[in-house]
T-cell receptor, first 119, second 113 residues
């Protein structure tokens, strides 16, 4: 299976602990996105990478959140000092996009997500 | 905040019937996409319609876009049990800003055998 993979699939942690999630995009894709989805809602955009550069961060991404994509391949999303409000499904997506193209024309392929529960 | 609003929030129909879901959005867009999400396969892209297109077909799916009304509809014909899922419309603002998709809250579709 050459789709987007995410690990772990589930994470339970205590409030105040740090957690880190990993996303492996489709290998030829240069763009990688992180979203968060809470129960009964659609996914909400968090941040976006073009290769290794983080180009966009949503206001939802507080200072406790940090994302990296060091070699332009896999990405990690770390949440420090977790709070109960961080409980959600964290989704990663990847796509292939050319510079200068009309925005949003490419299909984003989503991984299965990491479900986080903060106790 | 969510850009789109799907209507209805939930829909239950008999297998074989057609299902229609609507999406309204707030600002100018480059395109609009529909996604399906179920527990087995996660979030899957269904179809993309550009802002200069009015209708698009893909298999049993038919999508329309009315930019003057800022609305779109997704029609699934001859529904099957496997179509049971949540359906989301997603857009990207055409005026710059985030390259991430902005999703609605979704329509939960149940196909009864």
């Amino acid at each position: 299976d050459t789709g987007v993979s995410q690990n772990p699939r589930h994470k339970i942690t205590k409030r105040g602990q740090n957690v880190t999630f990993r996303c492996d995009p489709i290998s030829e894709h240069n763009r990688l996105y992180w979203y968060r989805q809470t129960l009964g809602q659609g996914p909400e955009f968090l941040t976006y990478f073009q290769n290794e550069a983080q180009l966009e961060k949503s206001r939802l991404l507080s200072d406790r959140f940090s994302a990296e994509r060091p070699k332009g391949s896999f990405s990690t999303l770390e949440i420090q000092r977790t709070e109960q409000g961080d409980s959600a499904m964290y989704l990663c997506a990847s796509s292939w996009g050319l510079a200068g193209r009309v925005r949003g024309q490419e299909t984003q392929y989503f991984g299965p997500g990491t479900r986080l529960l903060v106790l | 905040s969510q850009q789109g609003e799907e209507d209805p929030q939930a829909l239950s129909i008999q297998e074989g019937e057609n299902a229609t879901m609507n999406c309204s959005y707030k600002t100018s867009i480059n395109n609009l996409q529909w996604y399906r999400q179920n527990s087995g396969r996660g979030l899957v892209h269904l179809i993309l319609i550009r802002s200069n297109e009015r209708e698009k077909h893909s298999g049993r799916l038919r999508v329309t876009l009315d930019t003057s009304k800022k609305s779109s509809s997704l029609l699934i014909t001859a529904s099957r049990a496997a179509d049971t899922a949540s359906y989301f419309c997603a857009t990207i603002y055409s005026g710059g800003g985030a390259d991430g998709l902005t999703f609605g809250k979704g329509t939960h579709l149940i196909i009864q055998p």
